[in-house]
């Protein structure tokens, strides 16, 4: 079965840059819709980026043209990286698949499949 393991989280200061890793196993990072959300103190998950089986990415335009979703077919990976972070990116960010398909959408119940997380804090 599908599991999304999340790393690269942890305390930065505003302005810096941070990769945050989403290891896919039993499947390939390309198999589905994968997406990063994240969730903020007392705020909803939001999606932030998500990328679809055939590579398109999307972002919320609170990341756009900040932060960059790719994959790492080597390490069967999703990759975020996020460039000039402020103290509003401090939350848990998570990685999640839509398995079932076939859209690839920022609705948080479409996915099924989720990480653990991974925290990041700016300062």
């Known amino acids: 079965h599908v599991q999304l393991v999340e790393s690269g989280g942890g305390s930065v200061q505003a302005g810096d840059s941070l990769q945050l890793s989403c290891s896919v196993s039993?499947?390939?990072?390309?198999?589905?819709?994968l997406a990063w959300f994240r969730r903020r103190p007392q705020r909803v998950r939001e999606a932030m980026a998500r990328?679809?089986?055939?590579?398109?990415?999307t972002y919320d335009d609170s990341v756009q043209g900040r932060f960059t979703i790719s994959r790492d077919s080597a390490k069967n990976a999703l990759i975020l990286q996020m460039n000039t972070v402020n103290p509003g990116d401090s939350a848990m960010y998570y990685c999640?698949?839509?398995?079932?398909?076939?859209?690839?959408?920022?609705?948080?119940?479409?996915?099924?499949?989720w990480g653990q997380g991974t925290q990041v804090t700016v300062s």
């Open positions: 999640a698949a839509d398995t079932k398909g076939p859209g690839c959408t920022e609705y948080e119940a479409l996915y099924d499949i």
């Open positions: 990328m679809s089986v055939d590579g398109v990415p």
């Open positions: 039993g499947a390939t990072v390309s198999s589905y819709c």
